[in-house]
């Protein structure tokens, strides 16, 4: 009788971790495969699509392509605010409502752009690592058959909708920086007015290229 109990509890015991354990693995994939080095992969591969259907899909059909993809691995309200830094307080809602959209078509519209045609270049992550303020950088490299590899760093922050990337390093080179100086330089020179206008015409251009 002894036996046949612990046999009954071993089952039960056994029986339960089989249960129990593929909802654990489950859990463990569902947060790795929204970990700051997959949103950067998966940002990457649609990059490299859209390389390589480019003739085929022509400069709209890349921006459609590419458009889903951006919005799920990019904070654009959260660059656009950093690049304004103090001046986005002085903007009312709607203000900083068209500058945030035109700040998002004009993302799309540059790699739809400058992302235009594939001839064997691709993507390699190189490493992951923390950095202050619970940020994580991850190291990238673009391989090119004809030239140096562009190191491509991405800067990510973990938020309401999960990792998202903050800034992009090109050759050590920050995005977010530089959009700070001109588009700040603009707002004291002519005002909120032709810095909207700056970048719709920056994306007319993109769509003209």
Same mark, same amino acid.
């Given at each position: ?7 009954? +509890? %071993? ?6 971790a089989?249960?129990i %354990?593929?909802v #654990? ?5 569902? #947060? $790795?495969?929204? !970990?700051?080095?997959?949103?950067v992969?998966?940002?990457?591969? #649609?990059?490299i699509?859209?390389m ?12 459609e *392509? ?5 919005d ?5 309200d959260?660059i656009?605010?950093?690049? *304004?830094?103090?001046?986005w307080?002085?903007?009312?809602? @709607?203000?900083? $409502? ?5 700040f998002r078509?004009?993302? +799309?519209? #540059?790699?739809?752009?400058r992302?235009n045609?594939?001839? !064997? @270049?691709?993507f390699?992550?190189?490493? $992951?690592r923390?950095?202050p303020?619970d ?6 490299? %673009? +391989?090119?058959n ?14 309401? @909708? ?6 992009? *390093?090109v050759?050590?080179v920050?995005?977010?920086?530089l959009?700070?100086a001109?588009?700040?330089?603009i707002?004291?020179?002519?005002g %909120?007015p032709?810095?909207l206008d700056m970048l @719709?015409?920056?994306? *007319?251009q993109a769509?003209?290229?």
């Amino acid at each position: 009788m002894k036996s046949l109990l612990n046999a009954i +509890i %071993f089952t039960q015991v056994l029986l339960s971790a089989i249960l129990i %354990f593929p909802v #654990t693995i489950a859990s463990a994939d569902d #947060t $790795q495969s929204n !970990g700051p080095e997959q949103v950067v992969r998966a940002f990457q591969e #649609t990059l490299i699509q859209a390389m390589q259907k480019g003739d085929e899909l022509g400069y709209q059909g890349r921006f459609e *392509l590419l458009a889903p993809a951006i919005d799920h691995s990019h904070d654009i309200d959260s660059i656009i605010r950093s690049a *304004l830094g103090a001046n986005w307080n002085t903007l009312n809602k @709607e203000q900083q $409502q068209n500058i945030t959209e035109a700040f998002r078509k004009l993302s +799309i519209a #540059t790699y739809a752009e400058r992302f235009n045609h594939h001839e !064997g @270049e691709r993507f390699e992550i190189i490493e $992951q690592r923390p950095l202050p303020r619970d940020q994580i950088l991850v190291r990238s490299k %673009f +391989i090119q058959n004809d030239s140096n590899p562009i190191n491509f760093d991405y800067v990510l922050r973990n938020g309401s @909708e999960g990792w998202r990337i903050i800034n992009i *390093l090109v050759d050590g080179v920050s995005d977010l920086a530089l959009k700070r100086a001109e588009y700040n330089a603009i707002l004291k020179r002519d005002g %909120f007015p032709a810095l909207l206008d700056m970048l @719709e015409q920056k994306i *007319l251009q993109a769509e003209k290229n």
